[in-house]
């Protein structure tokens, strides 16, 4: 049975509803009040002993539907993770909430998995996470079982389908879970995945009778923006100068990208770090710590930083170039504003990235088939049709929220939930507009498409549409067109925007083969004769006024005594070797910020403040709040946050 987010939570009225030791659970341990529609499904599903598959987006928190019933139940849950620092991350937030939990990974310190062996023997543990080899390691399983293995939860489930974007053969080897384990119920997380992948996943890990649970893709408090890149450098630091202080992950392509653009970041003073996977692993830790630690707010990395990287206040996402699909896209994005607070994500895009990318897929399939490879050429076909949609969405005027949820394979009332107007995307904030003229401009780069031969690519077309004298227009003779000039009014980069539309709508081909150039296809020719209707867009105001910045005053929070909660956490995290959000998330710092707590019990009371929390932080930060409080009310100008 598949059940989306709008089935929500029952209210329990049933003193003996198996829910209810969760539920405290959950209270005590984690600080939550209460448990989020799709997590109680969850969790009912897990407590009964059946298997399933829950889809919900990046933040959704997923991670709670398998720690708390792990905690209410007899037995161990293990938890296959395929990135060693998110298993770190986890095991660390959980024993800060005073959970016994451990992992067994390839690179330990004897002494810590030691201590993991010794946890396990004497049945404390209750978590155990594990990477995928270490789980289907000869013997390993049997010995799970003999010590009352009770779950198996796996994260980034959609890493065993070959349809996902993200596929990782040892994962594979997970579908030999069920044959093994016959009776142990499984249950599969994932934040991406569209209806094929999530046949798939229930598939390959032979999923009994699952539950299927998919979650609202849509991310409410990201504000999505996409723009045609004109100057990169000065696009990527007007966004980052909307977000001082806080964190931000400028994405490139590729490794050159991405150390050009962070020098030319940093000649114009913005503190910044280069990562990819190119650079020496001494620094890439660093870079990866620094960020995790709040010591340093930007990074410009090519996607190998992102699975390992945890921060929850991450304010910003650009994109310097097009991702080569949706899913992609949504999950790097997904990495910003994973508190819930609002975060924006930026797009710039420009019709040479969809060229670049759909040569080298070309190029990989052609290689594929070469070498004999089954199924190149279904594999060449998904690759371009995720590439197009990304390509469409990009340049696409409509809803960028409704566009995702709709590529989710949500159902439409899904995207007829999120508001018209969303005001949390530019096409609803009104940030482009539809060119008034639209249909004539476009007829006029078609006309000159056609009157061109239909045999150059986008760039000549650009010059002989703008009227410019360049060596190629006099050697073709296309000074001459009746088309030459025609838009000589626009800019060359914003004519250049029009011709990517015009792909991205499908009424202008690009050739394949050596040479990039344009054609019509029939919808441009129709469109030239006016039997249908071209839309192209222009960005209408400049993007400094529009931030989407959570601000303490929003949540009704002292600023000051923010940035001082924040310096606090800062301290302690090194204190304790801890990424600072495994102390308290900003959301409860914001809430500390606003409350202004003055007692253990009314700590206690704020979102994110468990028992163990209270008992192991709360006097720090009572104290740093009185302080604050009792400068204030003298008149004193409190002092500044801690300099790191
Ligand atoms: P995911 O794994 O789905 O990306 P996480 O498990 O990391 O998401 O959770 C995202 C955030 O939501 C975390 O900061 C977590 O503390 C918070 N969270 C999860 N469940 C609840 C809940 N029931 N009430 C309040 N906050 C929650």
């Given at each position: 049975?598949?059940?989306?987010?709008?089935?929500?939570?029952?209210?329990?009225?049933?003193?003996?509803?198996?829910?209810?030791p969760?539920?405290?659970?959950?209270?005590?341990?984690?600080?939550?009040?209460?448990?989020?529609?799709?997590?109680?499904?969850?969790?009912?599903?897990?407590?009964?002993?059946?298997?399933a598959l829950?889809?919900?987006?990046t933040?959704?928190?997923?991670?709670?539907?398998?720690?708390?019933?792990?905690?209410?139940?007899?037995g161990?849950?293990?938890?296959?993770?395929?990135l060693?620092?998110?298993?770190?991350?986890?095991?660390?937030?959980?024993?800060?909430?005073?959970?016994?939990?451990?992992?067994?990974?390839?690179g330990?310190?004897?002494?810590?998995r030691?201590?993991?062996?010794?946890?396990?023997?004497?049945?404390?543990?209750?978590?155990?996470?594990?990477?995928?080899?270490?789980?289907?390691?000869?013997?390993?399983?049997?010995?799970?079982?003999?010590?009352?293995?009770?779950?198996?939860?796996?994260?980034?489930?959609?890493c065993?389908?070959?349809?996902?974007?993200?596929?990782?053969?040892?994962?594979?080897?997970m579908?030999?879970?069920?044959?093994?384990?016959?009776?142990?119920?499984?249950?599969?997380?994932?934040?991406?995945?569209?209806?094929?992948?999530?046949?798939d996943?229930?598939?390959?890990?032979?999923?009994?009778?699952?539950?299927?649970l998919?979650?609202?893709?849509?991310?409410?408090?990201?504000?999505?923006?996409v723009?045609?890149?004109?100057?990169?450098v000065?696009?990527?630091?007007?966004?980052?100068?909307r977000?001082?202080?806080?964190?931000?992950?400028v994405?490139?392509l590729?490794?050159?990208?991405?150390?050009?653009?962070?020098?030319?970041?940093?000649?114009?003073g913005?503190?910044?770090?280069?990562?990819?996977?190119?650079?020496?692993p001494?620094?890439?830790?660093?870079?990866?710590?620094?960020?995790?630690?709040?010591?340093?707010d930007?990074?410009?990395?090519?996607?190998?930083f992102?699975?390992?990287?945890?921060?929850?206040?991450?304010?910003f996402?650009?994109?310097?170039?097009l991702?080569?699909?949706?899913?992609?896209?949504?999950?790097?994005?997904?990495?910003?504003?994973?508190?819930?607070?609002?975060?924006?994500?930026?797009l710039?895009?420009?019709?040479?990235?969809?060229?670049?990318?759909k040569?080298?897929?070309?190029?990989?399939?052609?290689?594929?088939?070469?070498?004999?490879?089954?199924?190149a050429?279904a594999?060449?076909?998904?690759?371009?049709?995720r590439?197009?949609?990304m390509?469409?969405?990009a340049?696409?005027?409509a809803?960028?929220?409704?566009?995702?949820?709709?590529?989710?394979?949500e159902?439409?009332?899904?995207?007829?939930?999120?508001?018209k107007?969303?005001r949390?995307?530019d096409?609803?904030?009104?940030?482009?507009?539809?060119?008034?003229?639209?249909?004539?401009v476009?007829?006029?780069?078609?006309?000159?498409?056609?009157?061109?031969?239909?045999?150059?690519?986008?760039?000549?077309?650009?010059?002989?549409?703008?009227?410019?004298?360049?060596?190629?227009?006099?050697?073709?003779?296309?000074?001459?067109?009746?088309?030459?000039?025609?838009?000589?009014?626009?800019?060359?980069?914003?004519i250049?925007?029009?011709?990517?539309?015009?792909?991205?709508?499908?009424?202008?081909?690009v050739?394949?083969?050596?040479?990039?150039?344009?054609?019509?296809?029939k919808?441009?020719?129709?469109?030239l004769?006016?039997?249908?209707?071209?839309?192209?867009?222009?960005?209408?105001?400049?993007?400094?006024?529009r931030?989407?910045?959570p601000?303490?005053?929003?949540?009704?929070?002292?600023?000051?005594?923010f940035?001082?909660?924040?310096?606090?956490?800062?301290?302690?995290?090194?204190?304790?070797?801890?990424?600072p959000?495994?102390?308290?998330?900003?959301?409860?710092?914001?809430?500390?910020?606003?409350?202004?707590?003055?007692?253990?019990?009314?700590?206690?009371?704020?979102?994110?403040?468990g028992d163990k929390?209270?008992a192991?932080?709360?006097?720090?930060?009572?104290?740093?709040?009185?302080?604050?409080?009792?400068?204030?009310?003298?008149?004193?100008?409190?002092?500044?946050?801690?300099?790191?």
């Amino acid at each position: 049975m598949e059940t989306s987010a709008a089935a929500l939570s029952q209210p329990i009225a049933d003193p003996g509803d198996p829910l209810l030791p969760v539920l405290e659970v959950v209270r005590r341990t984690f600080g939550f009040e209460s448990l989020r529609p799709l997590q109680d499904r969850a969790i009912r599903a897990t407590l009964e002993g059946r298997d399933a598959l829950l889809v919900m987006p990046t933040g959704g928190g997923k991670s709670l539907c398998y720690q708390a019933p792990a905690l209410v139940r007899a037995g161990l849950t293990v938890v296959v993770s395929p990135l060693i620092s998110l298993m770190q991350d986890q095991v660390d937030a959980l024993r800060a909430d005073g959970v016994p939990a451990g992992m067994l990974a390839s690179g330990q310190e004897g002494s810590d998995r030691r201590e993991v062996e010794r946890d396990l023997e004497s049945r404390r543990m209750r978590l155990l996470y594990l990477s995928p080899e270490r789980l289907m390691s000869p013997g390993f399983l049997e010995r799970l079982v003999g010590l009352d293995l009770c779950a198996i939860a796996i994260d980034e489930a959609h890493c065993i389908s070959h349809w996902g974007h993200d596929f990782r053969p040892e994962y594979r080897q997970m579908g030999e879970l069920r044959r093994r384990l016959p009776t142990t119920p499984i249950q599969a997380y994932t934040a991406t995945a569209t209806p094929r992948v999530r046949a798939d996943i229930a598939a390959q890990l032979r999923l009994r009778e699952p539950e299927i649970l998919v979650g609202r893709f849509d991310r409410p408090n990201l504000t999505y923006r996409v723009q045609a890149r004109r100057d990169l450098v000065l696009d990527v630091e007007a966004v980052i100068a909307r977000h001082p202080r806080e964190a931000g992950i400028v994405y490139c392509l590729r490794r050159t990208d991405v150390e050009e653009l962070c020098a030319a970041l940093q000649a114009r003073g913005v503190r910044c770090e280069p990562y990819h996977a190119g650079l020496d692993p001494g620094a890439r830790r660093r870079t990866q710590r620094a960020f995790q630690s709040e010591e340093l707010d930007v990074v410009v990395a090519t996607v190998a930083f992102g699975m390992g990287i945890d921060r929850p206040d991450v304010r910003f996402v650009v994109h310097a170039s097009l991702p080569k699909g949706v899913e992609q896209y949504s999950q790097e994005t997904g990495r910003a504003g994973r508190d819930g607070l609002p975060a924006e994500c930026v797009l710039f895009y420009g019709g040479a990235d969809y060229h670049g990318w759909k040569s080298l897929i070309e190029h990989s399939a052609r290689e594929a088939r070469e070498n004999g490879v089954e199924n190149a050429g279904a594999d060449l076909d998904d690759a371009l049709e995720r590439l197009a949609h990304m390509w469409s969405l990009a340049t696409g005027a409509a809803c960028r929220h409704k566009s995702l949820c709709r590529y989710f394979g949500e159902t439409d009332d899904a995207a007829a939930a999120v508001p018209k107007g969303c005001r949390a995307c530019d096409v609803c904030l009104g940030e482009i507009a539809r060119v008034a003229d639209g249909q004539v401009v476009a007829q006029k780069i078609l006309s000159c498409i056609v009157k061109t031969g239909q045999r150059f690519g986008a760039t000549h077309v650009t010059d002989v549409l703008r009227g410019a004298r360049t060596e190629k227009v006099r050697q073709t003779g296309h000074d001459a067109l009746s088309t030459y000039g025609l838009l000589a009014q626009h800019a060359a980069r914003e004519i250049r925007a029009w011709i990517d539309q015009l792909v991205g709508q499908g009424h202008v081909r690009v050739a394949d083969g050596e040479y990039p150039t344009l054609f019509l296809s029939k919808s441009g020719v129709e469109v030239l004769r006016d039997e249908q209707q071209a839309t192209l867009l222009a960005p209408v105001l400049p993007q400094a006024k529009r931030a989407a910045k959570p601000s303490a005053a929003d949540e009704g929070a002292d600023e000051a005594l923010f940035e001082r909660l924040r310096g606090l956490r800062r301290q302690l995290a090194r204190e304790r070797g801890v990424p600072p959000y495994v102390i308290f998330n900003d959301r409860t710092l914001l809430s500390m910020a606003a409350r202004l707590p003055a007692s253990p019990e009314e700590l206690r009371a704020i979102k994110g403040v468990g028992d163990k929390k209270a008992a192991d932080l709360g006097p720090a930060f009572l104290a740093e709040v009185a302080s604050f409080v009792r400068a204030r009310e003298s008149g004193i100008a409190p002092a500044a946050p801690p300099v790191d």
